[in-house]
């Protein structure tokens, strides 16, 4: 699965987040493509040829950028109103993007638990983002909840190192929304990991802990088809 | 009271939409300012402290735009991104806009209809406008309905008559969205227009309309007395 991230920061350079979500993105994760919109077009215009091919190849596509006035930033509103063009994006005009997916990952400066009816910002990031699900129901892509990094710089390194994963699943796993999906995902990082490993001692101890996983996640397969019985009356 | 209309329109030249609202803008109608952003701006270089000043003398603040992926074309929000900073817009640092009115004009090319859940856009002009309702929110100001033109293009000439009305009264009147307040502001424009009618009996003929117009206004609001008086059970 190949990973495209649109990303827009006017001040990408001075932006500690976004160093940080370059880093999980780009270590470890192979067929992700870290894309910064105002290092490639300080000047506003865009090579729509590039972007559209981008765009093709990609099976996932994500919107990164802080929140500016409820949004995204205007350079990446200028990257939609050229790259996105009808015949190219339309479902129903044949656009090449169905079946693809859409996120989008928004950084917040202002506490998420603000963006609520009666909150400071009185409106919730689900609605602020629907013009960008809009966009995806166009084009007949699958919309993924947007993933918000909220206050990245009050974070404690547990924090941080609990979003470095949750966002690496939401860019890379094939299925980021499921729990089984999730765990799979998980087991198979791993798997990856304990490959590298060159002292056997470790990386036996690794994939023990990796079996452990995996047979807990039998366990609790075999529990639940269980209760499913037990609920239908067919307990015997 | 001043109306600044800040459009956004990357083919502005070739609207014709836009040239109909220009002239319902700027024809008999005091202390509007018509001021486009791709007329100004077409290197997307925006002039803050003008911006800013033209801001502070308006009470009632347009954006008009074509929706373009469900938003604004992407000049109006380099626009938001840069005017709209901090210290001169959040209400609770005393940003200056606070008490004036922000109204969203939007010309759509796809009919009105087709904006609802289960429809071919999926979502509402009132969802879709949420993140400029958050901005009149965050700077103290009163957000009004925003005004849509359906389908200028497909518009009979009585559509379009009473489009020039409802744009103008959206745009100049006071109390855009009250009843009363449409009435009065129409009665308003009649007199004006009857004091530059040179001929004597057309002049007067078009004020013993509005004096019936005012009398019919005086026996409604008699009339609405009665019923609530009836109401109260004081019928005597």
């Given at each position: 699965?190949?990973?495209?991230?649109?990303?827009?920061?006017?001040?990408?350079?001075?932006?500690?987040?976004?160093?940080?979500?370059?880093?999980?993105?780009?270590?470890?994760?192979?067929?992700?493509?870290?894309?910064?919109?105002?290092?490639?077009?300080?000047?506003?215009?865009?090579?729509?040829?590039?972007?559209?091919?981008?765009?093709?190849?990609a099976d996932r596509i994500i919107f990164q950028f802080p929140l500016y006035w409820y949004s995204s930033p205007a350079l990446l509103k200028k990257w939609e109103d050229d790259v996105l063009t009808r015949n190219f994006t339309y479902q129903d005009q044949d656009g090449v993007l169905a079946g693809k997916q859409l996120g989008i990952v928004v950084t917040l400066g202002t506490a998420l638990k603000n963006y609520t009816a009666g909150g400071s910002e009185g409106f919730t990031i689900s609605e602020l983002t629907k013009p960008f699900q809009a966009v995806a129901k166009q084009a007949g892509m699958e919309f993924l909840p947007p993933f918000v990094v909220d206050q990245f710089s009050y974070m404690t390194p547990e924090q941080k190192a609990r979003?470095?994963?949750?966002?690496?699943?939401?860019?890379?796993?094939?299925?980021?929304?499921?729990?089984?999906?999730?765990?799979?995902?998980?087991?198979?990082?791993?798997?990856?990991?304990?490959?590298?490993?060159?002292?056997?001692?470790?990386?036996?101890?690794?994939?023990?802990?990796?079996?452990?996983?995996?047979?807990?996640?039998?366990?609790?397969?075999?529990?639940?088809?269980?209760?499913?019985?037990?609920?239908?009356?067919?307990?015997?």
């Open positions: 699965m190949k990973t495209l991230i649109v990303i827009a920061h006017p001040e990408i350079k001075d932006s500690s987040t976004q160093a940080f979500l370059k880093r999980a993105a780009t270590r470890n994760l192979s067929n992700v493509k870290w894309h910064c919109l105002d290092l490639e077009y300080p000047d506003f215009q865009i090579d729509v040829d590039t972007e559209q091919r981008e765009l093709m190849q979003l470095l994963t949750d966002y690496q699943n939401y860019i890379n796993n094939p299925h980021p929304l499921s729990f089984d999906g999730q765990q799979a995902w998980l087991v198979q990082r791993l798997r990856d990991k304990a490959q590298r490993i060159e002292d056997d001692q470790q990386r036996t101890l690794l994939e023990l802990t990796i079996d452990q996983i995996e047979n807990n996640q039998t366990e609790l397969s075999s529990l639940k088809d269980q209760i499913e019985m037990i609920k239908r009356g067919d307990n015997g």
